[in-house]
């Protein structure tokens, strides 16, 4: 079994999504002497590659910790539209999205990390596609890029209900094109809060 990790590291003073607050990591000041190293971190829950929860856009009260750990893994497919400004949906997707409870797509977008394009020109998903992951009953739609839309946030709104999550911030996603059998992680932190940095991670045998 081959293990990728889809994960950005986080650092001090990323770059975040305009608007948020970048995130302090930064080692504690303590006495020569002392015996350990200890560090702190303040972040927004939207800081690198991370899972957003229905909360996140109000269309219900629970945080992220009151949810089952069994809903944050699972089968997953990924769906190449790399070099695509705009995402529209295809009909061929349609069985692949009933067929998966995760389906990840690959932008491509992750090679702009830490550029400055990366939190302005990023592709944008139509809300078709949204829709389709919803009544197709998806549980988890991931992306390699900061969001799948920009200001108002149609997608998020449509899809971000009734238990269901975005990954956002995902990387190299290119290194499960064409592979089968994927399993996808991504446990949040039992965290009350809206959302989650996550330690994403997918298998697949060899």
Known sequence: MKFIDLTHTIKHQMPVFPGEAKPSLVRDALPEDT????YRLESNMHTGTHIDAPFHVK????GIDSYPVEFFSGSAVVIDVRNLPVVSMKQEWEPL????????FCTGFSRNWEDNCYYYDYPEFKTEVAEALLSCGVRIAGFDSPSPDKAPF?????FLKEA????????NLEE???????TFMAFPLKIAAEASLVRAVATFEE
Do not use: P, Q
């Open 97 to 104: 999205f009933l067929k998966h409870k995760i389906v990840l």
């Open 35 to 38: 015996g350990y190293v200890t």
């Open 154 to 158: 149609e997608f998020h709104s449509i």
């Open 164 to 171: 269901r999550f975005l990954v956002e911030n995902l990387s």
């Open 176 to 182: 499960l094109l064409s592979k089968d059998n994927i």
């Open 59 to 62: 269309s219900d009260a629970l």
